[in-house]
């Protein structure tokens, strides 16, 4: 995957805070060799308080064509945007920037329609179902924006930071209820009744976390899914197998995402 690494490389960036976790270095930078691109995806951690400095540094480079952002940092990332996708302006939220003529940026996310992809792939059904989906970050707001255009008949949301930050999920249910589309009202931790349950927060991440939900309460015929990468199986992934339930990982959803990545970074989208 090296054989092309030269000056002539173009570079692109993933940056967050952690960034240990992320497999888009590889991933996306295997794409960009598939298709015959010499490029190469680098990690970046860095710190929200170092964010903007970051990229204006990052900028003045010329062969830097783009930007993948992960937690927690895409909704800061939006407003480092000159231009954007309808839906990144609808949700002031972005995953993934890239330049515009001016060598501005120009941003999108595709986290949301990535992972709907992914559950159509593995066969889960979103038409008129009952969904609960943990969390409200960007990766959730996209994820929840994406549920409802895909025809889910109710979402609910819960985020486990709603103590600390309540007007995020607040704001959330407001802007998508504002579509008029299906009922999406505020959710809690308890899976009972619903179809379809969703984790797009980083619970499941650290040794010792539990499930974002109450797994005990599981019924085979739900379907569970989760964003998270690494680990590749969760414990509320295991939770959700060990109950007879279809299941989606990260790694699956990452796939998703990463192919609508690479067609916007390459302008092929």
Known sequence: MLEQLSGATRVHFIVGDPIVQ??????VTQAFEALGHNAI???????????VAWVGAASLSKNVDGIIVTVPHKFACFDLCSTTSERAAFLRTVNTLR??????WHGDTFDGLGFVQALRSKGC??????????????????????????????LAIHDADTLRRPMRRNALIE????????????????????DI??????????????????????????????????????????????KGCNTLTGTDMFLGVRDLMVKFLLRRD
């Open 22 to 27: 992320v497999k888009a270095p590889f991933g």
């Open 41 to 51: 995806v680098v990690p970046a951690h860095v710190s929200s308080v170092d964010l």
């Open 99 to 104: 330049r515009n003529v001016d060598g501005t």
């Open 125 to 154: 059904a979103l038409q008129g179902k009952k969904t609960l989906l943990i969390g409200a970050g960007g990766a959730g707001s996209a994820i929840a924006h994406a549920l409802i255009l895909a025809g889910v008949g109710k």
């Open 175 to 194: 802007r998508l209820s504002s579509l008029k589309l299906g009922k999406v009202i505020a959710g809690s931790a308890d899976p009972t009744g619903f």
């Open 197 to 242: 349950v969703l984790n797009a927060t980083t619970i499941g991440t650290k040794r010792g976390d539990q499930s974002p939900v109450d797994s005990k309460q599981f019924t085979p015929e739900m379907f569970i899914g989760c964003v998270i990468t690494e680990p590749a199986v969760t414990p509320m992934i295991t939770a959700a197998r060990a």
